[in-house]
């Protein structure tokens, strides 16, 4: 379905160029940092020294207490803010020519559906924005309503959706144009734990049947560790990546959520927010 | 059967209200029988109204033409300094302040001002009071609803790589339409009292301002009455014309509210 397949995914040598034929990391940032209002008297560090690399088909999580930088990271990778020091790649290029090529989509907390569109027409919005044919774009939204399991609500309104329908439909957005990565920052973040807990098996399965790469914000330590097969875990002031985890737990399914192993997991995070002091 | 219970829903309440109020005045002025230049009942108005009906009908054209001209020209220059000022930061600095200080000068009372810049009987000086008066209200609150958008609304098209234009045309101005129509249905009614106050000044004389002076001066104060009747009826026609445009152009925004 999608062009990024895991299994091609080489992560060779971090900083070489790609060779050609093998795929370039989805993103690398390399020693990159924000400072925000420079040299003035509210001057924050939001970010520094940010080296991260994350592979085709990964699904990264990036965790860390309010304040840390996690959502300018994300930021720094969709090249909505821009480095004030080190560079930011995607598929191998600059991120803001990533933006560009619409290499990635982004899903905020927000789902911040246009209420004068409908759901289809929400959906279609970015391939309006590429210039897709009426006929092309009305397949596709209605394969994304298919995926997202919303096609009876094709025809209504955001405002007539609950918070987690909107929430599907931004992703069902998000994926329409077929996008290599999905930047996520804090999506279920406004949902209840049920909704949530929905959410998350949704976003799993989507995630195995199109294989793309997902860099994910959260400040929920479960929600980390149950989505991810990698979790970042920053520090604050200025934000920084104190350790990468490995998180593979396999499949997962509701049992996961009871899982010792689930459970080691959510521990190490844990120590790994709190400093690593406990290790 | 139910479509035409609904519009009895809609239509019973105000015309009850009407009916009420027209007959309890009728009826009280009949009781206390105050003199006819304090106020006249309804059934004299109409009478004044049937009886002078050409040249009323003829001074409503005269001003509303000058209302509905002023009334577009107005809207058109408000919603165009808004769009203006939210694309471009140089056109805020400059053009806000500017508006503001317009704004603050009582409008109204430069209607002889205009008079004499346009000519004492040109009706181009009335429009003028009547685009300058339209203009603040329509501007200021386009401006807010081309502002107020949701922040990640417009980073999610910066995303796509849409464009300054492209962002004003998707979210901002959708974003400001119930703004604008807020301010489009209260501008209606700015543009009748600027209109017939401006004529008081000057202007045509066969116009509604005129008739209500002159009527009052020669003390035939039910045709002043019919001819206020008549601005009256003009700017519940352009209220009702912005609401029936209004849900037309954005139904979406009713649907969402009918389900909140």
Known sequence: MNGASPAASASSAAGAPPATGAQPPAVEVRGASKIFNLGRHNEVKALADIDLLIDQGDFVTLIGPSG???????????????????????????????????????????????????????????????????????????????????????RH?????????????????????????????????????????????????????????????????AEAVFLSTKVAVMSPRPGRIAAVIDNDLGPRTDATRDDPAFFANVTAVRDALRGGHRR | MTAARALLHSWLPPVVAAVVILGGWEVLLAVIRPDGFVLPPPSDIGGAAIENFDAIVGATGVTGFIIVTGLIAGVVVGAAFAVLVTAFRAANETLTPLAVAVNAVPIIALAPIFNAWFGLLSPRSNQAVVVVLVFFPIFINTARGLTQVEPSQVELMESYGAGRWRIMREVRIPNAMPFFFTALKLATSLAVIAAIVAEYFGGRQD???????????????NDAWAAVL??????????????????????????ARRSA
């Open chain 2, 207 to 221: 116009a509604l301002g005129n008739l209500i002076t002159n009527s009052a001066g020669l003390t035939r104060y």
């Open chain 1, 68 to 154: 840390c930088g996690k959502s300018t990271l994300l930021r720094l990778i969709a090249a909505l803010v821009a480095p004030s020091d080190g560079t930011v790649a995607v598929n191998g290029k600059a991120a803001d020519a990533a933006r560009l090529d619409r290499d990635y989509s982004m899903v905020f907390q927000r789902a911040g559906l246009f209420e004068w569109r409908n759901v289809t027409r929400n959906i279609e919005l970015p391939l309006e924005l590429m210039g897709w044919k009426a006929a092309d774009r009305r397949r596709r939204s209605a394969e994304m309503l298919e995926l997202v399991k919303l096609t009876e609500f094709a």
């Open chain 1, 157 to 221: 309104h955001p405002a007539e959706l609950s918070g987690g329908m909107q929430q599907r439909i931004a992703i069902a957005r998000a994926m329409s144009f077929h996008p290599q990565l999905l930047l996520m920052d804090e999506p279920f973040g406004a949902l209840d734990e049920m909704t949530r807990e929905h959410m998350q098996n949704e976003l799993l399965r989507i995630w195995s049947e199109t294989q793309i790469t997902v860099v994910f914000v959260t400040h929920s330590i």
């Open chain 2, 230 to 255: 008549a601005g009256s009826l003009v700017g519940i026609g352009l209220y009702a014309l912005a609401v029936l445009i209004e849900r037309l152009v954005m139904p979406w925004y009713f649907v």
